[in-house]
């Protein structure tokens, strides 16, 4: 079993910066992409950026040129770096990874919250 534990959110001021750290631990049969999705209260979840091994990084619209994602490969670790937030960022943030076998596990979420 997988198991995802994201920590890095909080309360922000709009403009502020936030760095999101994923770690993946447990039995993992190889990666094939990590990435980070959100929800809003009253919305759907979507996705925000997704990082494929050996692939493009892949990042919705709304956050291409504020929001980088990465990863640690020798820790397991998938981070968002968020900058320039704005109060439509605040939601819950998920990390989801993708196994070599197309599995998909998800985090239990962190709270971004954008707000003066």
């Known amino acids: 079993q997988v198991q995802l534990v994201e920590s890095g959110g909080d309360l922000v001021q709009p403009g502020g910066s936030l760095r999101l750290s994923c770690a993946a631990s447990?039995?993992?049969?190889?990666?094939?992409?990590m990435a980070w999705h959100r929800q809003a209260p009253g919305k759907e979840r979507e996705l925000v950026a997704s990082?494929?091994?050996?692939?493009?990084?892949n990042y919705a619209d709304s956050m291409k040129g504020r929001f980088t994602i990465y990863r640690d490969n020798a820790k397991n670790t998938v981070y968002l770096q968020m900058n320039s937030l704005k109060p439509e960022d605040t939601a819950v943030y998920y990390c989801?990874?993708?196994?070599?076998?197309?599995?998909?596990?998800w985090g239990q979420g962190t709270q971004v919250t954008v707000s003066s």
């Open positions: 990082l494929p091994v050996g692939g493009t990084r």
């Open positions: 989801r990874l993708v196994d070599t076998y197309g599995t998909t596990y």
């Open positions: 447990g039995t993992i049969f190889g990666i094939r992409a």
